[in-house]
C-alpha cells in the first residue's frame, strides 16, 4: 500500500469558515426578505482597471497571429513585467536586477511552494493573528510551528528579543487580519536577528499598496542587510483587482544564501522543472499596472476601499470601540464589545445587523476578542453596514 503524507491527518480542519457559511446560508434560507451585508471577504469588489482591460484585449489580439504569438513562457517570468517589477522598485529606491524578481501566479501559490527550498527540520516562525495559509502549508511540509501571539498592548506587532529558534520566520505587514503595519525599526530588528541567526524571513508585501504613511515600509528591501536574510512575496490581487486574474511576483535577491547554498539559484531551479511560466495574456495585463494611467487608475479603485475603511472606521469611533487597521490596510481589526467571544460577536452582527464579518480566533488562538472587517466592499453596501453597526453598538 502507498505511505501517504500523513502530516494532512495534522491539519485543522477550518471548522470556523464552513461553520460561518452554514449559519450565513441557515439565516438567508429564514430570512429570504432581509439583505446580507458582506464585510468578511477578503475578495475585491472593483473590476480591473481600464488599463489592464486594453492590455489583455491586446495581448489576446497577439495571441491570434502568427508573428505576435507566444507559446511557453519564461518559467521565471516575461522580461517586459519583470523590467516593470523592477522599474517600480527602482522608483522607491531600491536597486534590483530582473534576475532577482520571479513572476509567479499570485501570492497563495508562492507561500504554498517558496518553502520547498528548507529542510523539513527548518522551524517556522508564524506571528499570529496571521493569515491561516502559512500555519496549513508547513504542516502539510511535515515542520514543527513556533506561534507568536501578539496582542493589544504591542499593536499586533511582534519583537524579537526574546530569539525565537526560528528558521523560517514570516512577516506580514500591512497584516491580514489586523492591518498593523511595521515601522523601519521594528522591522530592522527583526532583519539583524535573522542574519545573525542564519534565519529567512518571508515578507508577505500583499497589502503594500494600501500603505499610505510615507515613513512605513513598503517593502522589506527599505531595509539594510535585508538582501542577505529575506524573501518578499507580492501580490496583484489587493492592489490591482487581480484576484480572480492571478498574478504576482516575488523577490529573491541574489546576496541570500544559507548553508552554502544560493536561494535565487534554488528558485530557478525549481521554477523550471515544476512551472511553465505564467500566461502571457495576463503578464501583459500587469505590465499595465505599473504604466501611469494603470498606476493612476489602481490608485483611485484603492482610494475607494480606503473610503469605504473611513466609512466603517467612522462609526467604530461613534461607539468607542477600539480597533486597529484601517489606516495602511483594508482590513479593520475591532476589539468585541462587552469581552464578548468572536464567534458570539458574530451571531450577534448577523443576526441584528445582518452584518457578515470575520471572527479574530479563525487567525490564531490571540485573535479571540477579536472581529475582522473589511473594506472590500460596495461603497453603498459598506455605508448601509455603517449605519447599522452605529444602532446596534451604540
Ligand atoms: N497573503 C495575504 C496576507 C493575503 O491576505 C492573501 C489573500 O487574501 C494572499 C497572500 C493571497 O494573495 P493571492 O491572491 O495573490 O494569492
Known amino acids: 500500500m502507498i505511505a501517504m503524507n500523513e502530516n494532512y491527518l495534522k491539519l485543522k480542519e477550518s471548522y470556523l469558515f464552513a461553520e460561518i457559511a452554514k449559519k450565513v446560508s441557515a439565516y438567508e434560507r429564514l430570512n429570504p426578505e432581509k439583505h446580507i451585508f458582506r464585510m468578511g471577504i477578503g475578495d475585491v469588489s472593483l473590476p480591473l482597471c481600464n488599463a489592464v482591460i486594453k492590455a489583455l484585449h491586446r495581448a489576446v489580439d497577439d495571441q491570434s497571429k502568427k508573428e505576435s504569438f507566444h507559446g511557453y513562457m519564461p518559467e521565471c517570468g516575461a522580461g517586459f513585467l519583470r523590467e516593470a517589477v523592477a522599474d517600480h522598485y527602482r522608483k522607491r529606491g531600491i536597486e534590483l536586477s530582473t534576475e532577482e524578481i520571479f513572476i509567479s501566479s499570485g501570492a497563495s501559490d508562492e507561500l504554498g511552494a517558496i518553502i520547498d527550498l528548507f529542510d523539513r527540520r527548518a522551524k517556522a516562525l508564524v506571528q499570529e493573528p496571521a493569515y491561516p495559509a502559512y500555519v496549513d502549508a508547513n504542516i502539510m511540509a511535515g515542520r514543527e510551528i513556533i506561534h507568536l501571539s501578539t496582542g493589544k498592548e504591542t499593536g499586533f506587532l511582534a519583537d524579537p528579543e526574546n530569539e525565537p529558534e526560528a ?23 527583526w532583519v539583524d536577528f535573522a542574519n545573525r541567526r542564519g534565519a529567512v524571513i518571508i515578507f508577505d508585501a500583499a497589502y503594500e499598496a494600501f500603505i499610505e504613511e510615507e515613513e512605513l515600509p513598503r517593502s522589506i528591501f527599505e531595509i539594510e542587510g535585508a538582501e542577505n536574510c529575506a524573501i518578499e512575496i507580492c501580490s496583484f490581487s489587493k492592489t490591482a483587482g487581480f484576484t480572480g486574474t ?44 505599473f504604466s501611469s494611467e494603470g498606476q493612476e487608475e489602481i490608485r483611485e479603485n484603492i482610494k475607494v476601499y480606503k473610503d469605504n475603511a473611513k466609512v466603517i472606521m467612522e462609526a467604530l469611533n461613534e461607539c468607542n470601540i477600539r480597533y486597529f487597521g484601517g489606516k495602511n490596510a483594508p482590513y479593520i481589526w475591532m476589539e468585541c464589545p462587552d469581552s464578548m467571544k468572536s464567534r458570539e460577536f458574530f451571531d450577534f452582527l448577523l443576526y441584528k445587523a445582518q452584518i457578515v464579518g470575520t471572527p479574530g ?32 453598538l451604540k
Open 361 to 392: 480566533i479563525g487567525f490564531g488562538a490571540c485573535g479571540e476578542n477579536f472581529f475582522r472587517l473589511s473594506s472590500f466592499a460596495d461603497p453603498r453596501e459598506t455605508e448601509e453596514a455603517a449605519v447599522r453597526l452605529r444602532s446596534v
Open 246 to 289: 492571478r498574478l504576482g511576483y516575488t523577490v529573491i535577491p541574489k546576496a541570500l544564501s544559507r548553508g552554502g547554498m544560493n536561494l535565487n539559484s534554488m528558485w530557478v531551479r525549481n521554477r523550471t522543472t515544476k512551472t511553465n511560466g505564467v500566461s502571457y495574456i495576463i503578464q501583459r495585463g500587469g505590465e499595465a499596472v
Open 167 to 189: 528558521d523560517i520566520i514570516y512577516i506580514c505587514s500591512p497584516n491580514n487580519p489586523t492591518g498593523a503595519v511595521y515601522s523601519k525599526e521594528l522591522l530592522r530588528k
